[in-house]
Structure formats: C-alpha cells, structure tokens
C-alpha cells in the first residue's frame, strides 16, 4: 500500500490545501487544491495543461514556502500531455490493479512494492557562498591653505656721495682753463642711484599626494544549518525469525 493522508500527516503537520508546490529543482507547479484520503491535487499551472494529482509518497518536504515533490521538472515532462488526465485513479494503484506510466527514467520508482529492489533517494542540502560588492568606506582628502610670515634677506646696492677736496698745483692754476665760467652762480645735479627691492609671488608644486587601492583576499568563516535525510530500516526481519524458530 502506498503512504496515505493519515500516515503522511505525522510526518508533516503542516501540509495543507492552498500551498504552493514545486518540483525538486524549484519549478512552480501550482496550489494543492484538494488533499484526499490517498492522493494530492494540485491544481492547473503554467507547468500542467489541466489538474494533476500525485502521490503523498512524491512528495520530499514540507517547507514554509511550500510542498517539494521528490520529481524534478524533467521527470514531470511526461504530464504535459494534454490527454493525461493524472493519478485519479489513485485507489486502483494502491490495490495494484491499476499501474501508472510515468518516464522510463524514473519508472524505478513506481516498480510493485514486491519487486526485488526499491529505491529510496536520500536528499542532503549543500551551503552556497555568494559574494557581492558594497562599500565598505571611503577615503577623503582635502587642502588646506595657510598664511604664514617668511624672512630672507636679499642684497642691494646703492650710490653714496662722497666730496673731496683736492688743491690744484702751481703749474695748473693758469685761468685759462677756466674761461668764460668763472665767477657764474650755477647748480650742478649729481644723481644718486640705489637699487629697490619689491617681493612677488608665484606658486610652485612642492610635491605630490598619490592614492592607490590595493586588493586583499581574507578567508572569512561562515556557517550555517542544513538539513540531510537518512534512512532507518523498521520491523523485524524474517531471516532473524525464521532462525529464531
């Protein structure tokens, strides 16, 4: 007998009518529109052409955004068609006299409860590190300017007025050298010359302020929960009891 609403029901409380389903690998299937006593219906999507019903043994967990099917969308390819109309005859399975069709893929799955192999998957969940970019600060440079007082000294040259007086000899003090000047007031004008200094200023790049950026790698630790299924074998084994007799 396949697990029905009773049984599927302890192991996960919070399965109701309304949530959304999706496939094993996070394709949206639709809303489960009804819950029977065997099977699950969820309802048309862009995924199925009509209503499909499946199985509470589909069905992988039981999430807060939704129902996980054991399926993944390639495995389901096989309900697209138009004329499947799903698993309404759900009761004739479980009694065996109705068997289903579904991939040859997956038809392992759906083999008779009494064939010589079953197969169980075990799903585990795997931690994924993604790394974005953001800003972690920033680096701000400004100029001040400020005024301060500078002594330096710079020579200069000027004309001082020396006067000497030198007596003429004997043989030279004939007037007529003199001529005509002699005995005339007049004024002579001997300029006198001496440098002046005036300050100006020009600017002049002393130096420069460079900014780089350089790449460090750390190692960061992260963490976090995940959740893995196991597999506990329950009930006596036969081989045990027939030994024990």
């Known amino acids: 007998m396949f697990t029905d609403r009773s049984t599927f029901s ?13 496939s094993r690998d996070g394709e949206r299937l639709g809303k489960i529109a009804e819950m029977s006593d065997d099977h699950i219906r969820i309802e048309k999507g862009l995924f199925f052409p009509k209503d499909f019903t499946c199985r509470y043994d589909d069905v992988s967990d039981v999430r807060d955004d939704g129902v996980y099917l054991s399926l993944a969308k390639s495995e389901l390819s096989e309900w697209r068609n138009e004329s499947y109309t799903g698993w309404n005859q759900a009761e004739g399975i479980n009694e065996g006299s109705v068997y289903a069709e579904p991939n040859e893929a997956v038809r392992d799955r759906y083999q008779n ?8 998957p075990v799903v585990e969940e795997e931690l994924t590190a993604n790394k974005t970019s953001r800003e972690a600060g920033s680096v701000r440079l400004r100029k001040f300017v400020h005024t301060e007082l500078r002594h330096f000294t710079v020579p200069v040259t000027r004309e001082e007025v020396r006067v000497e007086r030198v007596p003429v000899a004997d043989d030279l003090r004939s007037t007529s ?3 005509d000047t002699a005995f005339q007031e007049k004024t002579i004008e001997v300029p006198i010359m001496e440098e002046e200094v005036t300050v100006s200023k020009r600017p002049v790049v002393k130096e420069e302020v460079r900014v780089s950026k350089e790449r460090v790698t750390e190692e960061k630790d992260l963490s976090g929960e995940i959740r893995k299924e196991e597999v506990r074998i329950e009930g006596e084994d036969p081989l045990k009891r027939r030994k024990a007799g």
């Open 113 to 120: 409860r009494s064939s010589d192999q079953v197969n169980v």
């Open 10 to 22: 302890s192991r996960f409380p919070t399965l109701m009518e309304g949530q959304v389903v999706y």
């Open 177 to 179: 050298s003199v001529g």
